[in-house]
């Protein structure tokens, strides 16, 4: 059974940073891995993607060059650095995982962890 923890969300204000840590319970090597969120109102949508390896990575057109997704797979960790937070980054995120080797698209994902809120204040 595949298990997803996510941390290190919080509350910041605009132009802050913040580290997510996705903890998961199998190889990530074996896996596609991504982060969603999901803000009040709204429906959950894709905000990056790294492949099995690693070599590979995708992000939403609104977070370029400000979020950078990485994986540990000794650790069998991803994270998601985010740096020059808007209030509109503001929601719940959520860690995922794949059997594709790489996929921007929700519907490819099975596995899902509970979320860690990330709110960002102007």
């Known amino acids: 059974q595949v298990q997803l923890v996510e941390s290190g969300g919080g509350s910041v204000q605009a132009g802050g940073s913040l580290r997510l840590s996705c903890a998961a319970s199998?190889?990530?090597?074996?896996?596609?891995m991504g982060w969603f969120r999901q803000s009040p109102g709204k429906e959950r949508e894709f905000v990056s993607a790294i492949s099995w390896s690693g070599d590979r990575t995708g992000y939403v057109e609104s977070v370029k060059g400000r979020f950078t997704i990485s994986k540990d797979n000794t650790k069998n960790t991803m994270y998601l650095q985010m740096n020059g937070l808007t209030p509109e980054d503001t929601g719940v995120y959520y860690c995922a995982a794949s059997a594709m080797v790489y996929s921007d698209s929700l519907r490819s994902y099975r596995y899902w962890g509970q979320g860690t809120q990330v709110t960002v204040s102007s």
């Open positions: 199998v190889r990530t090597s074996r896996y596609g």
